[in-house]
RNA sequence: CGGGAGGUAGUUCAGCCCGGUUAGAAUACCUGGUUUGGGACCAGGGGGUCGCUGGUUCGAAUCCAGUCCUCCCGACCA
């Protein structure tokens, strides 16, 4: 158990929460680096634009992971894997999807280096071993996908298929950004095969449900489910259906996607089938993923500026609890009496840690413990002991109480609920709070610029307002909430006539 | 690809404008001791091709040219 948390000695507290929090871009961006690198979860890769996932960082991605996939296998779904190349005739098949990724693409052409006579000790890629046909490194994996679901469906008995794959997927972006846009990321995607549209229209729906339902109740981040505009659409997708939420610096981020395809790529990979009636016809497809991209949103929504601050469903590690002794004979005594709330609390399915380390003194643990997001420090001394009591810190408040040890692993586990409840409380305040209704040009700049968050605003509804909009401002539309009251109204841009507002917002 | 900042000890940085002892600080690390209820204290110690290449100079971390890399902002995006 020791050591997997990462913990850093040789930084000071001063050294690394140098920023506050604040609407400042630099400021904030630092602020979201100091975390994300001392709290223990990344660290730059040498590879360019890529990440190095930490122990402690994969931990907790272990336990997001662990969660959906269990709610994908309750809905039905199976994992399976898919090649991480994708030959380039493959990959144009479906356009707007080719089209989509294009400018992004890591692109292998070679598959052979050998030394070089020029510069002894060194490699070039040998121009005698070019590929007959370039592979590219998946972006996402409809294709490789189609092109094996072919093979796979001839009849409407051969559907759905509901299949799900972990996997890393690479982008190229212009620029990179830890856990929010790196060049390489893992995620999952999802992609099902249906008889009917109405089945397909359904899985992408419930898909975008079960990520709401992870989103607010495991991450405690409150989203807001919506439908993309035609814009900001996933290329090759009929429609997309998305989760947005807001950061504490007032900007939004798309938390995760469930897309329903159509029969775009069933058409551009030729999958047909027969329905009952012995007729043919395309397959109706969805795709759907999150990715790393929760880590960052996670850290963005909860922390501070003492650091990390972890949900207690997902936090890889729950309970830390750290003795206070002078001396060997007061160290055994304490460790008896921690040693049994430790089973008890494992018994009850607690991460717990027994931080006896002797190297490290209280006062450092305590402050580690917090930079990592720990939801509950306990520390127990000897005069706790004497009041058969010990000292519960909770990470969300920093509120300290004393508590009696008697059924502490009980008060305990029930405390692990409330500080869950209690983020997604503070947070949907804060996101609720940050919702603001505009209906004129002058007040949405000023709202965008002053206050940020969620703008509530009627749109003609067509792409050019959309695009001027952004040029003008930088804000996109976010989504069209599901279940949107309807309303009439006059776009803010142009004036014409609108039957509901949308949600507008500058996004990372 | 455009704009900005930067690359000096494990880490964060000072020194550079105005060239000149053995390149500094804090922190981390090692040894010994005292400590342990919020990032301990005392004493001692180790650690650097100052990003790289070239130039100017008696002399370059410092000036000049080139080059590579990183971070931040913008365009692109999950």
Redesign the pocket.
């Known amino acids: 158990m020791s050591g997997w948390c990462g913990?850093?000695?040789?930084?000071?507290?001063?050294?690394?929460?140098?920023k506050a929090i604040t609407s400042r871009?630099?400021d904030?961006?630092?602020w979201?680096?100091d975390l994300v690198l001392?709290g223990g979860l990344a660290d730059?890769s040498?590879?360019?634009?890529c990440m190095v996932i930490k122990p402690y960082g994969y931990a907790l991605w272990e336990n997001m992971r662990d969660v959906l996939d269990r709610m994908f296998k309750e809905t039905g779904h199976v994992n399976a894997y898919f090649p991480l190349f994708v030959p380039k005739s493959l990959f144009e098949a479906e356009e707007k999807n080719a089209e989509?990724f294009a400018?992004?693409c890591a692109v292998v052409t070679h598959y052979r280096l050998k030394t070089d006579p020029q510069n002894k000790g060194k490699l070039i890629v040998d121009p005698e071993a070019k590929l007959e046909e370039e592979l590219v490194v998946r972006?996402t994996s409809e294709a490789i996908i189609w092109n094996t679901y072919k093979g796979w469906i001839q009849s409407y008995r051969d559907l759905p298929i509901l299949v799900n794959q972990w996997a890393n997927?690479v982008?190229w972006?212009?620029?990179?950004?830890?856990?929010?846009?790196?060049?390489?990321?893992l995620?999952q995607e999802g992609h099902t095969a249906h008889a009917t549209r109405d089945e397909a229209v359904a899985e992408a729906r419930q898909m975008l449900e079960v990520y709401a339902d992870f989103a607010e109740n495991y991450m405690a981040v409150p989203v807001i489910k919506g439908v993309k505009s035609e814009n900001?659409r996933?290329?090759g997708a009929d429609d997309?259906y998305?989760i947005e939420a807001l950061m504490q610096d007032g900007k939004a981020?798309?938390?995760?996607?469930s897309h329903f395809l159509g029969q775009n790529f069933a058409k551009a990979f030729d999958v047909k089938f027969s329905d009952r009636n012995n007729t043919l016809d395309y397959v109706w497809a969805t795709s759907w993923?999150v990715?790393?991209?929760l880590i960052?949103a996670l850290v963005m929504v909860h922390s501070d500026d003492?650091?990390l601050v972890l949900p207690p469903r997902i936090a890889p590690l729950q309970v830390v609890i750290v003795p206070?002794?002078?001396?060997p004979e007061q160290k055994a005594v304490i460790d008896t009496r921690v040693n049994e709330l430790v089973k008890l609390l494992k018994l009850a399915g607690v991460r717990v840690k027994y931080d006896d380390n002797?190297?490290?003194?209280?006062?450092?643990?305590?402050?580690?413990y917090?930079?990592q997001g720990v939801p509950v420090?306990i520390?127990?001394?000897?005069?706790?002991?004497?009041n058969n009591v010990?000292?519960v810190?909770r990470r969300d408040t920093?509120e300290?109480k004393?508590i009696s040890l008697d059924g502490l692993d009980k008060t305990i586990v029930s405390l692990l609920a409330e500080i869950q409840e209690n983020l997604l409380r503070r947070a949907t305040e804060f996101r609720d709070k940050n919702i603001t209704p505009v209906d004129t040009w002058e007040e949405f700049v000023k709202v965008l610029d002053e206050k940020g968050g969620f703008i509530a605003a009627h749109w003609d509804g067509t792409g050019e307002t959309e695009e001027q909009i952004?040029e003008r401002t930088?804000a996109t539309i976010r989504c069209i909430p599901l279940e949107n009251k309807m309303e009439a109204g006059k776009c803010i841009l142009t004036g014409k006539p609108s039957t509901q507002r949308v949600l507008f917002a500058?996004?990372?």
């Open positions: 913990a850093r000695p040789e930084a000071s507290k001063k050294q690394i929460m140098s871009a630099e904030y961006s630092q979201y680096n001392k730059y040498a590879v360019r634009g989509g400018k992004e972006p997927v982008r972006e212009m620029r990179t950004r830890l856990f929010l846009r790196t060049a390489e990321f995620w900001e996933f290329a997309t998305c981020l798309q938390a995760g996607t993923g990715t790393t991209r960052g003492d650091g206070i002794y002078k001396g002797d190297n490290a003194r209280p006062g450092w643990k305590f402050a580690e917090e930079l420090r520390a127990i001394g000897s005069r706790d002991l004497e010990a000292e810190a920093k300290k004393s952004k930088k500058r996004a990372y």
